[in-house]
């Protein structure tokens, strides 16, 4: 694999010459303020990724394409296919552009009521849409023979984010109060009580023609801790405690944790299995807008789950058990992306492939600031060819000499947001304040400094 180097002393003159632009004055001028280098760098690949949201958007529909291919190879023909979670991250995304200025709130407003305009006619399924849907028709696009109805976990990033932005112009003029008016409705139209099955957990799919034939119950912990806070606070169709404490908990085995690399998992990360940790996902997904901090219920301290799981990624990759070419204090973490035969859910041990995916650290950001800046630093200054129009590409390997031009929408969302979550807290501080979301923390019972007695 070639590696190009950037001529770092120019670019060390264009980043510091750089200027965050989100501070304005009365008047509506731009105050521009030198940024550091660090401050640059996160600036630039917030700018990259946004972009994939913004101008790499699907028009008819305004969402996320499921994958962006600069090679323009598309062996499923599948370049029109929009994503439901990933569609999700992107609006928060697009939060992030407004918060640093690379476009304006009108602008935003805009594609937002695109698409939720397109959501209110796309196909859905007691109210949660399906994984993917094609964009131009609003039709559903199976994921699979049998995934071709709702998909609730999908449903609840959409939700995730969209509650987001609806707090983000809940005070504004006419024309955005109708935009949060139209946001609660379709949140409110999401019958997560249906999608229990009359059970004590929550099912992942169901489809029109198949049923409930998928039968993938939610429990254990996974990236799907949103689904279950997001049930219990639907203002319509809420579900009971128990539907978490059973289902989701398994009845408190969810807290059977482990020791690795000298950390505590806090909690028990396979269901079905002995591995002592997952790809890294799990630790972005659910957070983008449901802030970890000071965040605890009886089974897990959230912020201690999340930042354990970030520092056994990187102390798995400096320990490097397979001797992988590369692996280090500057290239580490591993999470499900594309890979050298096609797809997998890296993580430490067995499905470790030597495949490094940039999110994995990049998202990390809140949990390990320093080590996710090496491995941005790497990335920006001496490895640059891994580095497109929307920011790093999803995977690469030097063991393997192998990468490619191509990204997927549930990689890039995480990075720009989980930065901005980093440097301002926006998304976690508007999220948090939802009054529903409150509720539903509090039904479980969540403790969190957003939460009044």
């Given amino acids: 694999m070639k590696v190009l180097k950037l001529n770092i002393i120019a670019f060390l003159l264009l980043a510091l010459a750089a200027c965050d632009t989100r501070n304005k004055t009365t008047e509506g001028t731009v105050q521009q303020s030198p940024q550091s280098l660090e401050d640059s760098l996160l600036t630039q690949i917030q700018y990259q990724t946004f972009q994939y949201f913004w101008e790499g958007a699907e028009p008819t529909s305004g969402m996320a394409r499921e994958r962006i291919h600069m090679d323009n190879i598309y062996p499923q023909?599948?370049?029109?296919?929009?994503?439901?979670?990933?569609?999700?991250?992107?609006?928060?995304?697009?939060?992030?552009?407004?918060?640093?200025?690379?476009?304006?709130?009108?602008?935003?407003?805009?594609?937002?009521?695109?698409?939720?305009?397109?959501?209110?006619?796309?196909?859905?399924?007691?109210?949660?849409?399906?994984?993917?849907?094609?964009?131009?028709?609003?039709?559903?696009?199976?994921?699979?023979?049998?995934?071709?109805?709702?998909?609730?976990?999908?449903?609840?990033?959409?939700?995730?984010?969209?509650?987001?932005?609806?707090?983000?112009?809940?005070?504004?003029?006419?024309?955005?109060?109708?935009?949060?008016?139209?946001?609660?409705?379709?949140?409110?139209?999401?019958?997560?009580?249906?999608?229990?099955?009359?059970?004590?957990?929550l099912y992942w799919h169901w489809s029109p023609n198949y049923g409930w034939e998928m039968n993938f119950p939610v429990g254990g912990y996974n990236e799907c801790l949103i689904m279950y806070i997001l049930?219990?606070?639907?203002?319509?169709?809420?579900?009971?405690?128990?539907?978490?404490?059973?289902?989701?908990?398994?009845?408190?085995?969810?807290?059977?944790?482990?020791?690795?690399?000298?950390?505590?998992?806090?909690?028990?990360?396979?269901?079905?299995?002995?591995?002592?940790?997952?790809?890294?996902?799990?630790?972005?997904?659910?957070?983008?807008?449901?802030?970890?901090?000071?965040?605890?219920?009886?089974?897990?301290?959230?912020?201690?789950?999340?930042?354990?799981?970030?520092?056994?990624?990187y102390r798995y990759c400096v320990d490097n058990p397979k001797q992988f070419k590369g692996y280090g204090e500057s290239q580490w973490g591993m999470t499900s992306s594309y890979s050298i035969n096609g797809y997998a859910g890296h993580h430490p041990g067995e499905l470790d492939l030597g495949v490094i995916s940039p999110t994995a650290a990049l998202s990390s950001f809140p949990y390990t600031p320093e080590e996710s800046m090496r491995f941005l630093k790497y990335l920006y200054l001496e490895a640059d060819s891994l580095v497109g129009k929307y920011g790093p590409y999803d995977a690469y390997s030097q063991e393997h000499d192998w990468y490619l031009p191509r990204y997927l929408a549930i990689d890039q969302g995480p990075i720009p947001v989980m930065i901005e979550n980093y440097r301002s807290g926006m998304l976690w501080n508007l999220f948090m304040k939802n009054k529903d979301v409150q509720a539903g923390l509090k039904k479980l019972g969540f403790e969190s400094q957003y939460l009044t007695k």
């Avoid at 505590?264 to 591995?275: A, C, K, P, Q, S």
């Fill in 77 to 201: 023909n599948d370049q029109d296919v929009v994503t439901l979670g990933g569609s999700g991250f992107g609006v928060m995304a697009i939060l992030v552009g407004v918060e640093r200025g690379f476009i304006t709130r009108e602008q935003a407003l805009e594609r937002y009521r695109k698409i939720v305009d397109y959501l209110e006619k796309a196909d859905r399924f007691y109210g949660a849409w399906p994984h993917w849907l094609d964009g131009p028709s609003g039709k559903t696009h199976p994921f699979s023979k049998k995934d071709d109805g709702g998909d609730l976990v999908e449903t609840a990033f959409m939700i995730q984010g969209l509650l987001t932005v609806a707090e983000y112009y809940k005070d504004g003029n006419e024309a955005e109060q109708q935009l949060v008016a139209d946001i609660q409705k379709l949140w409110e139209e999401v019958d997560w009580s249906w999608y229990t099955k009359g059970e004590d957990v």
């Fill in 231 to 313: 049930a219990a606070a639907s203002p319509t169709h809420s579900i009971e405690p128990a539907v978490y404490d059973k289902g989701w908990a398994l009845n408190g085995a969810i807290a059977n944790d482990t020791v690795y690399y000298g950390l505590n998992t806090v909690l028990n990360f396979y269901e079905h299995g002995d591995d002592p940790t997952g790809p890294m996902f799990w630790a972005h997904y659910s957070y983008l807008g449901l802030n970890p901090k000071g965040l605890k219920d009886k089974y897990a301290d959230y912020w201690k789950l999340n930042q354990n799981q970030a520092l056994i990624h």
